[in-house]
């Protein structure tokens, strides 16, 4: 298994990319801390895990609250006794365009999308490098090229990818890598009402050279390759998981 007693904690585990990652790290043999907004869907995904002989727990957070960072980085090491990998997953989609984006929306994106990143970095780091561990952040294809209409999004996952980097570096010497996954459109709760709109649908899937949209498995299975050891010589990687839609 390629993550046999490792420890991982996956922020918006308790659907969509989050929730595929943290069943296959529990798969491939890590204890899962599952944090999410919803305690509810959170549980949820720690009963699928159990149920196939997993190991996991479930922790209500607001990613963007200091306290709520601690409250989970502290339930880790109080159940598991380390930290091995930080999943850096939740996130929110505002749509609109700078006059159409609110400051509330605007903000929130801010904090959701990158506050969250520092905070639960900047918590986990100490452990981490106790455990040569790694972070993995969820990025964007709209990080990376021109997104239509969604601003605050844009631009925080823009941020997502510099965050990466500048991690990486920081803490290379110290053994600790960090990624970040830019997926591309994907079939998640956080898509589902747009993608139900044809002429959304179809405005989607026109530029992806492989014609169709990514699923969470897409995604989990990249979360699984940086998170183990195969992937121990790549650091400050923002890796696309798009069907190819940055590069055409």
């Given at each position: 298994m390629?993550?046999?007693?490792?420890?991982?904690?996956?922020?918006?585990?308790?659907?969509?990319?989050?929730?595929?990652?943290a069943?296959?790290?529990?798969?491939?043999?890590?204890?899962?801390?599952?944090?999410?907004y919803?305690?509810?869907t959170?549980?949820?995904?720690?009963?699928?895990i159990?149920?196939?002989?997993?190991?996991?727990?479930?922790?209500?957070?607001?990613?963007?609250?200091?306290?709520?960072?601690?409250?989970?980085?502290?339930?880790?090491?109080?159940?598991?006794?380390?930290?091995?990998?930080?999943?850096?997953?939740?996130?929110?989609?505002?749509?609109?365009?700078?006059?159409?984006?609110?400051?509330?929306?605007?903000?929130?994106?801010?904090?959701?999308?990158?506050?969250?990143?520092?905070?639960?970095?900047?918590?986990?780091?100490?452990?981490?490098?106790?455990?040569?561990?790694?972070?993995?952040?969820?990025?964007?294809?709209?990080?990376?090229?021109?997104?239509?209409?969604?601003?605050?999004?844009?631009?925080?996952?823009?941020?997502v990818?510099?965050?990466?980097?500048?991690?990486?570096?920081?803490?290379?010497?110290?053994?600790?890598?960090?990624?970040a996954?830019?997926?591309?459109?994907?079939?998640?709760?956080?898509?589902?009402?747009?993608?139900?709109?044809?002429?959304?649908?179809?405005?989607?899937?026109?530029?992806?050279?492989?014609?169709?949209?990514?699923?969470?498995?897409?995604?989990?299975?990249?979360?699984?390759?940086?998170?183990?050891?195969?992937?121990?010589?790549?650091?400050g990687?923002?890796?696309?998981?798009?069907?190819?839609?940055?590069?055409?």
């Amino acid at each position: 298994m390629l993550l046999n007693d490792k420890v991982a904690i996956i922020t918006g585990a308790g659907s969509g990319f989050g929730r595929a990652t943290a069943e296959l790290y529990a798969k491939e043999g890590a204890k899962v801390v599952v944090v999410d907004y919803n305690e509810e869907t959170a549980q949820e995904t720690v009963s699928r895990i159990e149920e196939k002989g997993g190991s996991a727990v479930a922790v209500k957070a607001d990613v963007s609250k200091e306290e709520d960072v601690k409250n989970f980085i502290q339930k880790a090491m109080d159940n598991f006794g380390k930290i091995d990998i930080l999943f850096n997953n939740a996130g929110i989609y505002a749509p609109g365009t700078v006059e159409e984006t609110t400051m509330d929306d605007w903000n929130r994106s801010i904090n959701v999308n990158v506050t969250a990143l520092f905070l639960a970095s900047k918590y986990a780091i100490p452990y981490l490098k106790e455990t040569k561990g790694n972070i993995i952040n969820t990025a964007s294809a709209g990080g990376i090229i021109g997104f239509p209409g969604a601003i605050s999004y844009a631009t925080t996952k823009g941020a997502v990818i510099s965050f990466t980097r500048a991690m990486a570096v920081d803490y290379a010497e110290a053994g600790v890598r960090v990624n970040a996954i830019s997926p591309g459109t994907g079939v998640t709760g956080m898509t589902k009402d747009l993608l139900d709109n044809e002429d959304i649908y179809n405005a989607f899937i026109s530029p992806i050279p492989m014609k169709r949209l990514g699923e969470a498995n897409d995604v989990a299975h990249a979360a699984l390759f940086l998170g183990s050891d195969q992937a121990s010589y790549i650091t400050g990687h923002a890796l696309p998981v798009d069907g190819g839609w940055t590069m055409s």
